[in-house]
């Protein structure tokens, strides 16, 4: 059955020759961007018991996290958390399978904990954190499950995805600079920095100003001097890292909101600003490319949490982007691409509504002469759509 394929030629300025660009990066211990953690590791976590013990993936959504800031008294040299950050778990699984009961609270409380664990170094799951389980609760009956899984899922919602391609230096600037400050190799040198880093880029014209707010580990910094030289230090490391990502200028502002007179800084005993009272939820922070861009079309569905299955809303987000990144890899031609998938709420998910693929051309390249490759590019996808399932099970691919 032919797919509802279209590619078109646009006209509109692409993005690195616009006068001014806009792009943001919540890091992995912001407060919406554990929500979205949490949210996917729960949803994981349930796949795979479902798949050991049924054969086959479960309906389930665990979106609904939310991450409520606790209270810490901190100081330099140290701190405790008074208060512990409140995490609710809530949305729907599976919890009985014919006569079989998953024990899916127990379940979503490991993950969120190990996820915790392996996220934010200097949390203690155990006392800094109450985490709270009340998803909902469903039965299936196992012989139609089987029956409906070896067909291709029909989607659950009318809905879009989303993506584009290629980064703009702004873009892999912004989300290049918070996966560097949040390696292992980075945490090693910087014992001081937090997990907690938001980056804030923007462009006029081939100037970058790069705005970074990053949580600092009160007991690694004994004092204002100690915390003053590791912001100096930090900077520098952004700046030799910008000029290997963009030959622009760039300029690198660290935690802008500290007064040194008043010794009132970024200090914090976990690395997150969740024990400061910060909350978070999902679906408030990046799209599922790990960035905010406001200069490009977005989705603003919450996927972190959604069923990988047929839950369109997560399935064509993380396929979008994938199918433009090929397009941009493999067609010559084409300076900048904007993929749209659209469900409709019953149909195959290989069969969406509409595949809109919009180009902008380097001068001198027709539509006829890349329409046919990039068409094929976007059937070979859906047809192997599935694949993103898998993928996402195994960790291979993230949503925020």
């Known amino acids: 059955m032919p797919r509802n394929i279209f590619v078109e030629q646009v006209i509109r300025t692409p993005v690195e020759e616009q006068r001014v660009e806009l792009v943001e990066r919540k890091g992995i211990g912001h407060p919406d961007s554990l929500a979205d953690g949490i949210a996917d590791a729960v949803s994981r976590a349930l796949c795979r018991e479902y798949i050991e013990e049924f054969g086959c993936v479960m309906h389930h959504n665990t979106d609904q996290v939310e991450v409520v800031g606790g209270q810490a008294d901190v100081k330099f ?10 995490i609710l778990l809530s949305g729907r699984a599976t919890t009985i399978v014919d006569d079989r009961v998953v024990p899916v609270h127990k379940i979503a409380i490991k993950a969120a ?41 029909l989607a659950n919602d009318t809905s879009f995805g989303v993506g584009f ?21 980075f945490k090693k040198h910087f014992p001081e920095s937090g997990e907690d880093i938001k980056v804030m880029g923007l ?9 970074i707010s990053m949580a600092m580990i009160a007991k690694h910094v004994p004092d204002m001097d100690h915390y003053i030289s590791v912001i100096q230090q ?41 024990e400061m009272g910060d909350d978070g939820s999902v679906g408030r922070g ?13 989705s603003m569905e919450a996927a972190a949490g959604k069923n990988p299955v047929n839950h369109v ?6 396929l979008a982007p994938r199918i433009a990144e090929q397009i941009t890899r493999e067609v010559a031609g084409v300076k900048e691409v904007y993929v749209r998938l659209l469900s409709q709420i019953g149909r195959p998910i290989d069969q969406p509504k509409a595949a809109s693929v919009q180009l902008i051309l380097e001068e001198g390249v027709s539509l006829s002469a890349v329409e046919g490759d990039i068409s094929g590019i976007v059937d070979e996808n859906l047809a192997n759509i599935t694949k993103i399932t898998d993928m996402f099970i195994k960790g291979e691919l993230t949503t925020f």
């Open 165 to 185: 391609a290629p980064l703009s230096d702004v873009e892999r600037l912004c989300y290049q600079t918070e996966r560097y400050l949040n390696s292992e190799e």
């Open 286 to 298: 990046n799209r599922v490319n790990g960035l905010i861009t406001p200069n490009r079309h977005m």
């Open 113 to 153: 904990k190990e996820y915790l664990a392996g996220s934010i170094r200097n949390l203690d799951v155990e006392s800094d954190v109450i985490i709270d389980s009340r998803i909902g609760q469903g039965s299936v009956d196992l012989v139609d499950v089987f029956k409906r899984s070896q067909e291709v899922p």
């Open 313 to 318: 809303g997560k399935i064509y987000n993380l």
């Open 234 to 274: 930090v900077k520098e490391e952004v700046e030799k890292l910008a000029s290997r990502i963009t030959e622009r200028e760039v300029e690198v502002f660290l935690n802008t909101g500290d007064d040194y007179e008043r010794k009132a800084v970024y200090l914090t005993v976990t690395g997150t600003s969740s």
């Open 77 to 86: 040299g140290g701190g405790e958390v008074i208060k512990p950050i409140y």
């Open 203 to 211: 462009r006029e014209d081939d100037r970058i100003a790069l705005t």
